[in-house]
């Protein structure tokens, strides 16, 4: 298995969407960034890429690429995902925590393990989302901006095995 750990942060400016781990949140200010800027995503998407020995999200989907303005980060954790599929990787689980002192993120927490899950393929069950605040301490405390940490774990995909033909050596009964 191999375990990878992703961290993002970002700036909160007036008149952007809040959308975090794939929820869009009714706010005056959102997260500023080239894609929909949702840190939690991006923050999981570095701990799987890592995890990988894949690099990060910015040379996967550099800032300034036209193809990624505005992106719904839960396309990019799906390709993301599937990197690691064709490379042999399966995601065995993640576990996320957003710091922020607004929005309040606890009862969004079901819906954003499921469209996580869905976005990997991967069952809810193994996508923890937490939130907790920075006590009123730092630029978080302040209210200027949301961070996440990540952590992955994935480990090599089992072979698929087909039902049209037997394993070796084993007998065919017709």
């Known amino acids: 298995m191999a375990i990878g750990f992703g961290y993002d942060v970002h700036r909160l400016v ?9 929820v869009e949140f009714t706010s005056e200010v959102g997260l500023l960034g080239y894609s929909d800027a949702d840190v939690a995503v991006h923050a999981l ?16 989907f550099p800032p300034g690429d036209s ?8 396309a990019l954790l799906r390709q993301v995902a599937d990197m690691l599929r064709c490379r042999g990787w399966q995601i065995g689980n993640v576990d ?15 819906v954003m393990r ?20 920075n006590e009123g301490l730092g630029f978080i405390g302040r209210g200027e901006g949301i961070a ?17 033909s037997p394993p070796e050596g084993s007998a065919r009964r017709d």
């Open 67 to 74: 193809r990624f303005a505005e992106a719904d980060s839960l």
């Open 148 to 164: 996440a940490f990540a952590v992955a774990e994935i480990r090599p995909a089992k072979p698929s095995t087909s039902l049209a």
């Open 96 to 110: 996320l925590t957003i710091v922020a002192e607004q929005p309040r993120i606890n009862h969004h927490v079901p």
């Open 14 to 22: 007036l008149g952007r969407r809040l959308v975090l781990a794939g």
């Open 114 to 133: 499921h469209r996580l899950g869905e976005a990997m393929a991967l069952d809810p069950t193994l996508v923890s989302v937490k939130a907790t605040t």
């Open 45 to 60: 998407m570095d701990a799987l890429l890592g995890a990988a020995g894949l690099g990060d999200i910015g040379q996967h």
